[in-house]
């Protein structure tokens, strides 16, 4: 061939994106290769692959015994509608292009201008098996018997389907080689949708010639289409979902719907009845009556969005009808369920969690910004409005869009473009399954260019500019999924602030009432209230309300996904009232998603961080993400505890000292709370931290104190505070007391009596000081523990604890003393008292075998007396069975019997105390393993109990939301508080079983 460079001149193979080595031969054989035929190679470089229909045609061409080929040559040369159809379905489609050669006949089905219509494809499908009508059925049921049974009939209908779909998709494809009409999205997913019909009702056919042979059919049975095929919005290759309805429900009525069911998927597509009341379980017929049975005492939210989209298919239509008339009205109830919002939280987690990694970025259907994400959103809108608006009960999602657009619950231009969005993700994902006739919903890899030019042609993508189809294809790709990203913004928020600010945003008319409906789905108990506090922050004067109504709907988006709505919309009005007009707050919340999101999880979960947050602004700042990662955890606990020391030193007297110390440990608790409940930090390191904060507080306070009082004179005594419990052993929670003993020593030259009465004024102002009532969470200083209780002083000499340790000491103080450890004050008199302790906490020999019954007799007694009034003891998680002190007194059981002999358990901390234990095998590895899980179990629930509610709590719970909230601060899906509750106590059982085997040991 040869070529002037005009366009009349025959092109060369290459001009025509022809790139195999065999195309110059290949339009030889053809004949193609004269100027004659220029129209006609340059429609074939216009189909979605050039090679891959030249190699067709050449195999049309070369078909043994076929003389077809003249004809077929003729018609393409004179016919430009036969052209493109043939030209693109074979460039367009592997599968269809071997169906076309290896059936004779097939390619005829494309020179008819005119589609069949639904009626034709389904006499097409019953011709080819034989099928007339049954007896006594009337013209409105699609009851047919079939001549052709077995593996014959299943041949002759994989033939007749395979040939349907071949002329709908050449007609679909033929607008990307010649200038036809193009074939819409929801015309040809209902024309798809009509051709399941079609093979069903030829399939069931076949089932009841099967099982019923020639005997009258005394049965009615009716298929029911759901999900895609339902609305009518069918993709080329799909699951079709069916339920069946019979009268009666029985043996030879089931026999039949699984022999269609079978019959269908062999010969056309999965036929699935898994959305049948019970799924796979449930029976696979029921009657009416048992399905409207079903649906009123036991269907989830689930089942009533997939009734959404039931409609009468086949079989005894009148009995189809009667199913969806009867069923349809419970839809539109379901929004009122009170288990509506964490079940559609829950469904939506589940879709998300289907997609591996590796394709979450290339999943049209399940990715984020795909399919999925506008047709779950839209269903949810029906479902919230189509209980008070008819016009809303409509099947398909382009439908729903319109009906959602026009009755003003979206606006005009948002559902244009989203159906715009939809649209074209779905014309994609019926390309890539035509390609193969394979169901997929994964595009090409984005570096995988012929597979991405390929789909661009597919899809009547064209070049534009410096831009080829494929770089435009992943432009519009990345342009239609960040929409969709934003679709429950879009659809659920927006409007929600368009109607409260009576903006017209394309004829918008989302009333008070819907906006409140609207609210009421996505979680709020009081949408009356959400929606006055959505109306005064949009209403804010000037920038800053301008910048609320720009970030508010992805704000509202976040929050609608935390345990607790109301509680976090109240504490997002709150914040930003109280931060008023302050730049970088809105700035960051506008520029940084992170931070945003972050910030509305904690606010919609938490009612400690809020609180604190109110004070301590700044934290917030840290819930952006940094060079090395979260900023929360870039901080060292140990650089703050050194900052709040020198700060509290600066202070000009004690008063102020002590607020500069509130301000930097509510500072430090708002960031290891926030860190903790957005999973940054484990269990030990909250622990750790939160001790560390605690014992600064107590260093600086006693130093200033200290200070204070000397006014520069020298001091008569040292003094150190031994912090005992969870603060002596690093493990201090939420709502832990800071319980702690004061020791002194006088310095040489001192008068003992007068440097003791000095010690005791201190330590009596620091507590004072710190247990002053404020808005922060408590700085109670708790000296319980000391000898002789209550009844004790305050402070005692070094000598003084070591005459009573001595003498006195009784079990229960032995015990408490296994966690003493210096937090403040002189370290070297810590030391000293640390050194003297440890010949009463570990005595050579171990403690003696009476002092080990008295820990078991008052062991016993806190489980009989001290549990509270109607506290369960099952999820109790202080005392409770297998609860925190369960675990530590058997760990502190183990250190008095034996930590003479093992130096390892000379340790305050109840972990590493435990690790001690499984490496000098004094207790089995696996039985610590469980005490260890236990442990950690308790203290992260507790910690969560504190978090949710704002105050110190150790009961659980029961089933409902106030589970959820704190089910979701330990880090678990909202949706699995049931299984955090049955997981908490299966652990704490367990751990019961080893407590009690340690302590009768």
């Given at each position: 061939?040869?070529?002037?460079?005009?366009?009349?001149?025959?092109?060369?193979?290459?001009?025509?994106?022809?790139?195999?080595?065999?195309?110059?031969?290949?339009?030889?054989?053809?004949?193609?290769?004269?100027?004659?035929?220029?129209?006609?190679?340059?429609?074939?470089?216009?189909?979605?692959?050039a090679d891959l229909a030249l190699r067709a045609l050449v195999r049309l061409h070369d078909r043994e015994g076929s003389g077809d080929w003249p004809q077929i040559d003729a018609l393409l040369r004179s016919s430009k509608a036969f052209r493109g159809r043939l030209l693109s379905v074979l460039g367009g489609s592997d599968a269809l292009a071997d169906h076309v050669v290896a059936e004779p006949d097939a390619w005829r089905l494309l020179v008819d201008d005119e589609m069949p219509s639904a009626e034709q494809s389904r006499s097409a499908l019953l011709d080819s098996i034989g099928a007339v009508r049954v007896d006594g059925t009337s013209d409105d049921d699609l009851l047919f018997r079939a001549a052709i049974t077995g593996p014959d009939a299943v041949a002759a209908l994989r033939k007749s389907y395979r040939d349907q779909v071949l002329i709908l998709a050449a007609h679909d494809l033929a607008a990307t080689v010649e200038n036809e009409e193009v074939l819409y999205l929801p015309e040809v997913g209902g024309r798809l949708a009509d051709l399941a019909d079609a093979a069903l009702t030829a399939a069931l056919a076949v089932a009841i010639a099967e099982v019923a042979g020639d005997s009258p059919l005394d049965i009615r049975l009716?298929?029911?289409?759901?999900?895609?095929?339902?609305?009518?919005?069918?993709?080329?290759?799909?699951?079709?979902?069916?339920?069946?309805?019979?009268?009666?429900?029985?043996?030879?009525?089931?026999?039949?719907?699984?022999?269609?069911?079978?019959?269908?998927?062999?010969?056309?597509?999965?036929?699935?009845?898994?959305?049948?009341?019970?799924?796979?379980?449930?029976?696979?017929?029921?009657?009416?009556?048992?399905?409207?049975?079903?649906?009123?005492?036991?269907a989830k939210t689930w089942e009533f969005q997939a009734l959404l989209k039931a409609r009468p298919m086949t079989g005894d239509m009148a009995l189809g009808r009667d199913y969806v008339a009867a069923t349809s009205p419970m839809v539109w109830d379901a929004s009122e369920r009170d288990d509506f919002v964490p079940e559609v939280q829950a469904m939506r987690r589940r879709v998300e969690s289907l997609i591996p990694d590796e394709h979450k970025a290339r999943n049209l259907k399940l990715g984020r910004g795909g399919l999925r994400d506008v047709e779950f959103a839209v269903q949810l809108l029906q479902m919230v409005h189509g209980r008070v608006d008819a016009s809303l009960r409509v099947q398909s999602t382009v439908d729903a869009l319109d009906a959602l657009t026009t009755a003003g619950y979206i606006g005009r231009d948002d559902g244009a473009n989203f159906s715009a969005s939809y649209q074209f993700l779905r014309l994609l994902e019926h390309r890539i399954q035509l390609q193969r006739l394979s169901r997929t919903h994964l595009l090409p890899e984005p570096d995988d260019e012929p597979a991405m030019r390929w789909l661009a042609r597919a899809a009547h993508i064209r070049p534009e500019g410096s831009r080829d189809a494929a770089a435009v294809l992943r432009r519009d790709l990345r342009k239609?999924?960040?929409?969709?990203?934003?679709?429950?913004?879009?659809?659920?928020?927006?409007?929600?602030?368009?109607?409260?600010?009576?903006?017209?945003?394309?004829?918008?008319?989302?009333?008070?009432?819907?906006?409140?409906?609207?609210?009421a789905a996505l979680g709020y108990a009081m949408p009356d209230r959400a929606l006055a506090h959505i109306r005064a922050l949009a209403s804010t004067p000037g920038r800053t309300g301008a910048i609320q109504s720009m970030i508010l709907p992805g704000l509202l988006e976040h929050i609608s996904d935390t345990p607790d709505p109301d509680a976090g919309l109240l504490n997002y009005r709150k914040l930003s009232e109280q931060m008023g007009t302050t730049a970088w707050y809105l700035r960051l919340l506008r520029d940084d998603g992170v931070v945003a999101e972050?910030?509305?999880?904690?606010?919609?979960?938490?009612?400690?961080?809020?609180?604190?947050?109110?004070?301590?602004?700044?934290?917030?700042?840290?819930?952006?993400?940094?060079?090395?990662?979260?900023?929360?955890?870039?901080?060292?606990?140990?650089?703050?505890?050194?900052?709040?020391?020198?700060?509290?030193?600066?202070?000009?007297?004690?008063?102020?000292?002590?607020?500069?110390?509130?301000?930097?440990?509510?500072?430090?608790?708002?960031?290891?709370?926030?860190?903790?409940?957005?999973?940054?930090?484990?269990?030990?390191?909250?622990?750790?931290?939160?001790?560390?904060?605690?014992?600064?507080?107590?260093?600086?306070a006693l130093e200033k104190v200290i200070e204070e009082s000397l006014q520069g004179a020298p001091a008569p005594a040292r003094l150190a505070v031994i912090g005992m419990g969870r603060l002596?052993?690093?493990e201090l929670g939420y709502g832990s007391d800071a319980d702690v003993m004061f020791v002194c020593d006088p310095v040489d030259g001192a008068d003992e009596a007068?440097?003791?009465?000095?010690?005791?004024?201190?330590?009596?102002q620091v507590r004072t000081m710190l247990g002053t009532p404020s808005a922060d969470?408590?700085?109670?200083?708790d000296i319980g523990l000391r000898p002789e209780g209550r009844n004790g002083p305050v402070v005692r000499t070094l000598a003084s604890y070591a005459a009573y340790y001595d003498q006195w000491a009784q079990a229960w103080e032995v015990q408490a003393l296994l966690?003493?450890?210096?937090?403040?004050?002189?370290?070297?008199?810590?030391?000293?008292?640390?050194?003297?302790?440890?010949?009463?906490?570990?005595?050579?020999?171990?403690?003696?075998?009476?002092?080990?019954?008295?820990?078991r007799r008052i062991k016993a007694r806190v489980d009989s007396e001290r549990l509270p009034r109607g506290a369960d003891p099952a999820t109790h998680t202080k005392l409770g069975r297998g609860g925190l002190a369960d675990v530590e007194w058997t760990v502190q059981l183990t250190q008095l019997r034996y930590a003479h002999e093992y130096p390892s358990l000379h340790n305050t901390s109840t972990l590493e105390t435990l690790d001690a234990i499984a490496a000098a095998e004094l207790v089995p590895v696996d039985e610590v393993e469980i005490l260890t899980e236990a442990w950690l179990t308790a203290t992260k629930a507790r910690n969560a109990l504190v978090l949710v509610r704002g105050k110190p709590v150790d009961q659980l719970p029961s089933p409902g939301r106030q589970l959820r909230a704190v089910a979701y601060a330990a880090g678990w899906p909202q949706d699995e508080a049931s299984e955090f509750l049955e997981h908490y106590m299966r652990v704490t059982r367990r751990a019961k079983a080893v407590v009690l085997e340690v302590f009768g040991s």
């Open positions: 061939m040869t070529s002037t460079g005009g366009r009349s001149a025959v092109p060369s193979p290459g001009r025509l994106g022809l790139l195999d080595d065999t195309a110059r031969a290949d339009l030889a054989t053809l004949g193609w290769s004269s100027a004659a035929t220029v129209d006609l190679l340059w429609a074939l470089s216009r189909a979605p692959d009716a298929v029911v289409a759901m999900g895609k095929c339902g609305a009518r919005e069918l993709n080329y290759v799909s699951d079709v979902d069916v339920v069946f309805v019979a009268e009666p429900a029985d043996g030879t009525s089931a026999r039949i719907a699984g022999e269609m069911m079978r019959i269908g998927s062999q010969a056309f597509f999965d036929v699935d009845a898994g959305l049948r009341p019970e799924g796979k379980s449930g029976a696979l017929t029921r009657t009416l009556e048992s399905h409207v049975a079903y649906y009123r005492r036991w239609q999924i960040t929409r969709v990203r934003q679709l429950h913004e879009k659809l659920f928020y927006r409007p929600l602030l368009d109607a409260v600010a009576r903006q017209d945003k394309g004829l918008l008319r989302l009333t008070d009432d819907s906006a409140k409906r609207q609210l972050r910030l509305m999880r904690v606010l919609g979960t938490s009612e400690y961080i809020a609180d604190l947050l109110m004070r301590s602004p700044d934290v917030i700042s840290l819930y952006s993400t940094g060079a090395t990662g979260p900023k929360l955890i870039e901080v060292d606990s140990a650089d703050v505890a050194k900052g709040l020391r020198a700060s509290m030193r600066r202070a000009p007297d004690l008063t102020r000292a002590i607020a500069v110390a509130r301000s930097h440990r509510r500072a430090e608790l708002a960031r290891i709370a926030s860190a903790d409940i957005l999973g940054l930090m484990t269990v030990q390191q909250v622990c750790r931290a939160l001790s560390t904060v605690w014992a600064a507080v107590l260093d600086a002596g052993g690093g007068d440097a003791v009465k000095w010690a005791q004024k201190v330590c009596e969470p408590p700085l109670e200083v966690r003493a450890h210096t937090v403040a004050g002189d370290a070297d008199l810590g030391l000293s008292f640390l050194h003297m302790i440890d010949r009463t906490r570990y005595p050579a020999g171990g403690v003696s075998p009476d002092a080990v019954r008295e820990i």
